[in-house]
T-cell receptor, first 116, second 113 residues
Framework: NAGVMQNPRHLVRRRGQEARLRCSPM?????VYWYRQLPEEGLKFMVY????????ESGMPKERFSAEFPKEGPSILRIQQVVRGDSAAYFC??????????????FGSGTQLSVL | QQQVKQSPQSLIVQKGGISIINCAYE??????FPWYQQFPGKGPALLIA?????SEKKEGRFTISFNKSAKQFSLHIMDSQPGDSATYFC????????????FGTGTRLQVTL
């Protein structure tokens, strides 16, 4: 009974490279959320996706960041041309497809991105 | 604009004591207030949640107190244990329109022996 799976757990990139973060939601969940956590700060919402649709991307930076949740496979958060300020922990959460889907989120263990 | 303010930033409590963490919100449209617990290297996990139609909710040693008029809510951990040492986040959500939880900045709790 796997929970939300994120990989890699740690990702090191040099400035200008691309970072790809993957998230497999819990079985039966079709709602995925990405959050970013900076040291000593709370989690900041980035994007909310359902299968093949971006529902709310109001927290995503306008440039270099993109997210997808294809019909098959994990959700991907992609950061192009990374900069040092992108260094953070990125958490994915999923929720059930039925009922009040917003209310109960299950979080993965996160991907710690370090940009050198 | 920080919509959910959380305090204190850190807290040290002796074993058996009461831990109290406070949050205040601004958006009166919020109607769901969860607390999350996060251990180092792990993602946050839902601990307990409350809706504004009640003033208190208790689950085991954890209690949420809610003051709608003051737009404040707090987490009380009774008989605090070393295993409770973690970072605690309050959050708020407008279940009607918004898809995203708004989190407080977190409180790092340390329970000493």
């Amino acid at each position: 009974n796997a929970g939300v799976m994120q990989n890699p757990r740690h990702l090191v990139r040099r400035r200008g490279q691309e970072a790809r973060l993957r998230c497999s939601p819990m079985k039966g969940h079709s709602h995925v959320y990405w959050y970013r956590q900076l040291p000593e700060e709370g989690l900041k919402f980035m994007v909310y996706l359902q299968k093949e649709n971006i529902i709310d991307e109001s927290g995503m930076p306008k440039e270099r960041f993109s997210a997808e949740f294809p019909k098959e496979g994990p959700s991907i958060l992609r950061i192009q041309q990374v900069v040092r300020g992108d260094s953070a922990a990125y958490f994915c959460a999923s929720s059930p497809s039925a009922g009040a889907s917003n209310e109960k989120l299950f979080f993965g263990s996160g991907t710690q991105l370090s940009v050198l | 604009q920080q919509q959910v303010k959380q305090s204190p930033q850190s807290l040290i409590v002796q074993k058996g004591g009461i831990s109290i963490i406070n949050c205040a919100y601004e958006n009166t449209a919020f109607d769901y207030f969860p607390w999350y617990q996060q251990f180092p290297g792990k993602g946050p996990a839902l601990l307990i949640a409350i809706r504004p139609d009640v003033s208190e909710k208790k689950e085991g040693r954890f209690t949420i107190s809610f003051n709608k008029s003051a737009k404040q809510f707090s987490l009380h951990i009774m008989d605090s244990q070393p295993g409770d040492s973690a970072t605690y986040f309050c959050a708020a959500l407008n279940t009607g329109t918004a898809s995203k939880l708004t989190f407080g900045t977190g409180t790092r709790l340390q329970v000493t022996l």
